[in-house]
């Protein structure tokens, strides 16, 4: 059974339950004790399925909420997606291209505000008063999703390594920081950042 299947059960033993204690009241007003006895006692059978149910709802909560978190983990340990990998590669075709004009995109940076500092993939960089920025990686890492299990979960999926001039060196899928692997290299070292 699923959840919304269980839901509905247990409010509408919730309201067939209430109603008999509802009614129970003005017919022990009545007189007929006897009726409004077995009113109340009825209700105790669709109560008790309401509250069976609440309990059983956060069972399939729980169970469901480990699956998602199972996925997750078994995504993170698959390695990084096609996309990240293929993005990887693009970019840093585009650095070798044009090493100046790609370090000028990447030195770009814009203010933004707390809405698109908050979206869930989109990677706002925010100074120690408080003011958001925005860069092109970050827009392209929201597009890409983010890391979803791990030490670096919520991270882009691209990072780019940068020289000691803040000159970009290369393009590379983020470590997930959970195997201690390396970051994946798409291009070879001779080929990246054309050719530094």
């Given at each position: ?52 149910c ?37 970019l840093?075709?585009?650095?070798s ?22 979206h ?16 092109v ?18 991270w ?41």
């Amino acid at each position: 059974m699923n959840i919304k299947t269980v839901a509905f059960v247990g409010q509408a033993s919730a309201v067939v339950g209430g109603a008999l204690v509802i009614v129970a009241g003005p017919i022990a007003l009545l007189g007929a004790r006897p009726i409004a006895l077995a009113c109340a006692l009825g209700a105790f059978v669709p109560m008790a399925i309401a509250v069976a149910c609440l309990f059983w709802l956060d069972e399939l909560r729980a169970r469901e909420q480990q699956a998602q978190r199972h996925e997750r983990d078994r995504a993170a340990a698959s390695g990084p997606p096609r996309h990240a990998l293929d993005a990887a590669a693009a970019l840093n075709a585009a650095l070798s291209a044009d090493p100046e004009a790609v370090a000028q995109l990447l030195a770009t940076r814009v203010p933004c505000g707390n809405a698109l500092a908050l979206h869930p993939s989109i990677q706002v960089a925010r100074d120690t008063d408080g003011r958001c920025t925005v860069g092109v990686l970050g827009l392209i890492n929201g597009v890409l999703g983010t890391i979803p299990a791990g030490p670096r979960a919520g991270w882009g999926w691209v990072t780019c390594l940068i020289d000691d001039d803040s000159k970009p060196i290369c393009f590379e899928v983020t470590d997930t920081g959970g195997d201690g692997v390396s970051p994946v290299r798409p291009f070879p070292a001779e080929t990246r950042g054309g050719g530094r």
